[in-house]
């Protein structure tokens, strides 16, 4: 499903934020300052990394792009529409064109990994048993589970528990998929082999990924460009490749552009023939050079 208008050029950004920011209420009856007011754009089939110190307000960030977290004022605009503007059912039908998927998972753990990646075809209730049957199938074969159908959360591994999130992010087809530190739960190969799939989705489907996370290979498999926030503020955005090109202002830019030198990475081998059922789901997602780990930002 795409919800782009007719008069929306293509070239506009998917995404849009303008003058966003956002406070929460402390206890003591202080407000605090989690997003200060910013400006962000981020293109059509773009992978967008959002990295910033914890508790720079990189998933507050996120949450305002679907309006889980609602700003205190400014705009938030994807394919040309202001959601801060839309009504309730307007804001729900909007939404099925951004996907999610959180750290933890949050599946549904009693029902099935197929219920689950049918959930939110169910309850926008649009669709026939038959359309959502062939949703279901299609995403999971992939994310490389097609014989996970019927398996329940708690019989997958923390890798397959995060495709199965995919899967029903991708159900909707949406036009973007935001990503909170979708790979903290994870061991390095599993690690890998994610970053491999959410590729290949951004690849072959276009879908526009908008991602947070304190791991460099993360950024380095994956994002085209990072914004680095620090409290609460935008301070610097830069393409990935281009990290060394300039100086950085911000101690998490220099940092990012030191690791980078010191660990080039190169993109695995071409696919390998096709995965079994124990979890090795994404064909050739296991080859690529063993020095890749789930360094983290040593600042971060
Ligand atoms: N619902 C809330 N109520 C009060 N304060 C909140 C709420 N959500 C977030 N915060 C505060 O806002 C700040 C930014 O939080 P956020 O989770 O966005 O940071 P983050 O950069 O994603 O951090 P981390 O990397 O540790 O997850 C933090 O100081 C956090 O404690």
Redesign the pocket.
């Known amino acids: 499903m795409s919800l782009v208008p007719h008069n929306v050029a293509t070239d506009e950004p998917l995404i849009r934020l303008d003058g966003v920011h956002k406070q ?3 206890p003591d009856g202080r407000r ?1 300052t ?2 200060q007011p910013l400006q962000l754009a981020i293109g059509r089939g773009e992978v967008f990394g ?1 990295i ?12 305002l792009i679907n309006l889980l ?1 609602r700003p205190d004022g400014g705009r938030v605009q994807v394919n040309g529409r202001d959601l801060t503007r839309l009504s309730r059912r307007e804001l729900r039908e909007t939404r099925q064109s951004i996907g999610m998927i959180f750290q933890q998972f949050n599946l549904l753990q009693n029902a099935t990994v197929a219920e689950n990646v049918a959930f939110p075809l169910r309850i926008h209730g649009r669709h026939s048993r038959a359309d959502i049957e062939a949703r279901v199938k299609e995403c999971l074969a992939l994310v490389g589970l097609a014989d996970k159908a019927s398996a329940y959360p708690a019989q997958l591994s923390g890798g397959q528990k995060q495709r199965v999130a995919i899967a029903r992010a991708l159900a909707p087809r949406p036009d973007v998929l935001l990503c ?2 979708p790979t903290s739960a994870l061991d390095a190969e599993t690690t890998r082999a994610l970053l491999h799939t959410l590729r290949e989705i951004n690849e072959r489907l276009g879908v526009t990924i908008v991602i ?1 996370t ?1 791991e460099l290979p993360v950024v380095q498999q994956l994002c085209r460009r990072v914004a680095v ?1 620090e409290q ?1 503020a935008l301070v610097e955005q830069f393409d990935v490749d281009q990290v060394a090109a300039q100086p950085r202002h911000s101690s998490l830019g220099r940092e990012l552009a030191e690791q980078i030198a010191q660990r080039p990475w190169s993109p695995p081998a071409p696919a390998a023939p096709a995965a079994s059922s124990a979890g090795r789901t994404t064909p050739g997602a296991d080859a690529g050079p063993s020095s890749l780990s789930t360094a983290r930002f040593a600042h ?1």
């Open positions: 929460f209420a402390l605090f989690a997003v959002l910033g110190k914890s508790g720079a307000g990189k998933s507050t960030l996120l949450r977290e909170d530190e947070v304190h926030l609460g971060v």
